[in-house]
């Protein structure tokens, strides 16, 4: 059996992959390299050589890497804050841009005992697990509406726990669903949200024009149809002094701070960018309504009282 350098076998790799226009292709050749030698990829220097059945299967991936199958596909799995997801059809692919969110949440909680969060449109339960995986102390509830999704996000709970975790709820439904959800009115003290976001007829990469549910990934002609309901659910949720953060298409850096805006017990209304520099989520925190600001319009008006909108309690939101 001949034995060949693994150096050799990667470069081969990553022209194949740049070729096929694969935006990083020599990580991933180092990425499906390391997964099949079940090794960390900084480790890689440590296998000089391969044998070369290993690298005609090596080689197979990698031809399915160049077809835009994603990475997280064909090793099965990726890395989100402190928690390791399953992944694969039928479910969107946490991206590094939403650990931003991650990170200011967690931020947002340090000093809050046993806190209360939840997670809407959890998908693979990504943020939902990753607080969890930070926060143990934490009730943590994760809402899915979508039967695939919920099934990898219960996947990955079990396997969280299974490895010494703590228990996150799931539920399966539609949060407009006010049945849902009615058990949790105002007693959040973090809601977070990675919605459909991206407005319809947006060209989009293959890996997600391909592999990722459109309805995890399109949210209507403007990109706000799930993001403008889900808000006045979330004010519905939180506790007063509770906060939330919803990621948004990066064209909606003034848009959603500005419906945020408009809920008169919403206020410290901020949005952050993600680790590319590009608007990408909004915040904000919960008020009682003797301490409401006047709401205000996109330009920054003050909306009269009678024509802001209620959330579900039936206070303003």
Sequence with gaps: MTRVSLRGAILAATTTLDRAGVPSPGVDAEELAAH?????????????????????????????????????????????????????????????ETESLLEWALAAIAGITAPVVIDLCAGSGAIALGISAARPDARVIAVERYPAALAWAR?????????????????????????????????????????????????????????????????????????????????????????????????????????????????DVADHNDLTLRPRFVTATRVRMSQARPATGPTGAVVPADSSATDKTGTGS
């Design 155 to 267: 996947r990955n709970i079990v396997k969280h726990i299974d490895g010494g975790g703590s228990r996150v709820e799931l539920r399966g439904g539609d949060i407009a669903d006010q049945r849902l959800l009615a058990d949790l009115d105002g007693i959040a003290d973090l809601v977070t949200a990675n919605p459909p976001y991206v407005p319809d007829g947006t060209a989009v990469e293959p890996e997600v024009e391909k592999f990722d549910p459109p309805e995890a990934v399109f949210g209507g002609p403007d990109g706000l149809d799930v993001i403008k309901p889900l808000i006045s659910v979330a004010a519905g949720l939180l506790k007063v002094g509770g906060v939330l953060a919803i990621e948004h298409d990066d064209s909606h850096g003034e848009v959603v701070p500005a419906l945020l805006r408009a809920r008169r017990v919403l206020t």
């Design 36 to 96: 099949l030698l079940g090794a960390p990829r900084t480790r890689l220097g440590m296998t000089p050589l391969v044998e070369d059945t290993w690298v005609s299967t090596y080689q197979a991936l990698v031809a399915q890497r160049a077809e835009r199958v994603p990475l997280q596909h064909l090793v099965g799995s990726v890395q989100f804050g402190r928690a390791e997801l399953t992944v694969g059809p039928g479910v969107f692919i946490p991206r590094p």
